[in-house]
């Protein structure tokens, strides 16, 4: 008797590492879609007169700033492509389905971007989170914008973010402390030759349980400069950097992006580039 209850008695705790969704605690830490489809919506407007309606969003992952484009106006649509089809089925699970019926106005791909063919020609193709930074060499980054430009529509605009600052080449981990974890950002190595840079995101808990490397990036560590350059190369006709400001009492930044051609030299910075057809 004493033996069959003590077996059969405890449960096995899980860790909180254990039970942690990695793609939810990556939309939590890591996006704010709300101020990223803000900037989309606003900067569209005034360089094009207009509204946008149809968005890809490429290297999606799980769709969430494609979600956040069609709740906005009814008259909106997206395409999310990404390469990975269990991420787009979790996304699918978890983002689309809380779309109701507004989800018939979302598809998702499964394919490469830089293979990717749809019908539709969209008024912004947005490639957010760094994500095209996969792309190591200059002339398969070149082939990757050509395929953007000649998928937009006629008026369409191109927009990806960037960081930098002297800060970005560092081997170096940055912690953020939220509610019910930790979130480090690790960057675990670059190489100043070939500018390859290997960064890890982490999740740590109250348990002390840890969910380390969760998401890891291989990619080259690209510059403005670089950027804009092999951006015209492919055949858009301007690229503009929009700097984010930096709140004066904190010192962080305030979330502001304003167009530039000129910034300082601060140890990290963030920045949109937007690239016209």
Not at 118 to 140: E, G, I, Q, T
Not at 209 to 233: G, I, N
């Amino acid at each position: 008797m004493t033996k069959q209850a003590s077996s059969g008695g405890r449960k096995s705790r899980r860790t909180m590492a254990e039970k942690a969704d990695k793609h939810l605690l990556y939309q939590e830490a890591v996006q704010c879609v709300e101020a990223e489809i803000d900037f989309v919506d606003e900067t569209f407007s005034k360089l094009r007169g207009r509204k946008a309606r149809l968005l890809r969003e490429d290297f999606c992952g799980t769709a969430l700033t494609a979600c956040e484009w069609v709740r906005r106006r009814a008259t909106n649509r997206a395409i999310g492509v990404d390469l990975d089809p269990e991420v787009l089925e979790w996304a699918k699970k978890n983002n689309v389905a809380k779309l109701g019926s507004s989800a018939k106005r979302i598809s998702l791909l499964a394919e490469d971007v830089l293979e990717v063919k749809s019908k539709d020609r969209p008024d912004v193709v947005l490639a957010m989170n760094f994500s095209y930074w996969f792309f190591k060499n200059r002339k398969r980054l070149r082939r990757y914008f050509k395929g953007v430009r000649k998928a937009l529509a006629p008026s369409g605009l191109f927009m990806l973010d960037a960081y930098g600052g002297h800060d970005a080449f560092r081997v170096t981990k940055d912690r953020h402390k939220y509610d019910k974890f930790t979130y480090t950002w690790d960057q675990a190595a670059y190489n100043p030759v070939t500018g390859d840079y290997l960064t890890h995101i982490h999740f740590s808990f109250s348990d002390g349980s840890k969910l380390k490397k969760a998401f890891s990036y291989d990619w080259r560590l690209w510059t403005l400069p670089e950027l804009r350059e092999v951006l015209e190369e492919a055949g858009f006709l301007r690229s503009t950097v929009y700097l984010q400001g930096t709140d004066e009492e904190s010192g962080e930044g305030d979330g502001i992006f304003e167009p530039t051609e000129v910034g300082e030299a601060d140890p990290a910075w963030i920045a949109y580039i937007v690239a016209e057809k």
